[in-house]
């Protein structure tokens, strides 16, 4: 059973380009979770979605940021016009329900670069 | 304020003996789910343990446990017979029952020594 599978590892865009950050849950997995952490600090919750339905997206920033989990497909983490503030690592994670007992289980992230 | 707290923001500890790991939490939600998570130098995270807020039992998984003092609010990790394998950051984070989110603490670094 594969784990959770994100692309690419490391990304590098120039100020103004766009980010696409992918997230595959588990398998039998329909929950999912992104976090970003910035260096030395903890992962910081952005946004929860399940199949095709954004549920939380109290910790995504108001602009340039957006996320998707379409029917078909893995997730997708956007951002839009990068600055440097956006480098960090973002980690998606999937549980597959939304108990508080389910553990979430983490990708190995996306290490997001601006120049 | 802040919901977890990891005080330790390094620890050192030799090959084959036990550390703790400290971590204080925030809520005045009765339900609440801790869950400790490894973070090795390659990047990813590694989930070690939980602890439901009513669990009667301190989890064990292998050389892991989990020191829940509910009413001191604390669930301290601890690791039994260090390998230099368990070098990396350890992070404390607490689910609540009527929240979507995760919260972590800031993390500690463990470095075993041989």
């Known amino acids: 059973n594969a784990g959770v599978m994100q692309n690419p590892r490391h990304l590098v865009r120039r100020r103004g380009q766009e980010a696409r950050l992918r997230c595959s849950p588990m398998?039998?997995?329909?929950?999912v979770y992104w976090y970003r952490q910035l260096p030395e600090e903890g992962l910081k919750f952005m946004v929860y979605?399940?199949?095709?339905?954004?549920?939380?997206e109290s910790g995504m920033p108001k602009e340039r940021f957006s996320a998707e989990f379409p029917k078909e497909g893995p997730s997708i983490l956007r951002i839009q016009q990068v600055v440097r503030g956006d480098s960090a690592a973002y980690f998606c994670?999937?549980?597959?329900?939304?108990?508080?007992?389910?553990?979430?289980?983490f990708g190995p992230g996306t290490r997001l670069t601006v120049l | 304020a802040q919901k977890i707290t990891q005080t330790q923001p390094g620890m050192f500890v030799q090959e084959k003996e036990a550390v703790t790991l400290d971590c204080t939490y925030d809520?005045?939600?009765?339900?609440?789910?801790l869950f400790w998570y490894k973070q090795p130098s390659s990047g990813e995270m590694i989930f070690l343990i939980y602890?439901?807020?009513?669990?009667?039992q301190n989890a064990t998984e292998g050389r892991y446990s989990l020191n829940f003092q509910k009413a001191r609010k604390s669930a301290n990790l601890v690791i039994s017979a260090s390998q230099l394998g368990d070098s990396a950051m350890y992070f404390c984070?607490?689910?609540?029952?009527?929240?979507?989110?995760?919260?972590f603490g800031a993390g500690t670094r463990l470095t075993v020594k041989p």
């Open positions: 979605l399940q199949k095709e339905n954004i549920i939380d």
């Open positions: 984070a607490m689910r609540e029952g009527l929240v979507n989110d995760m919260r």
């Open positions: 398998k039998g997995h329909s929950h």
């Open positions: 809520t005045s939600d009765p339900s609440y789910g």
């Open positions: 602890q439901g807020s009513y669990d009667q």
């Open positions: 994670a999937s549980s597959p329900k939304h108990l508080l007992t389910d553990t979430q289980y």
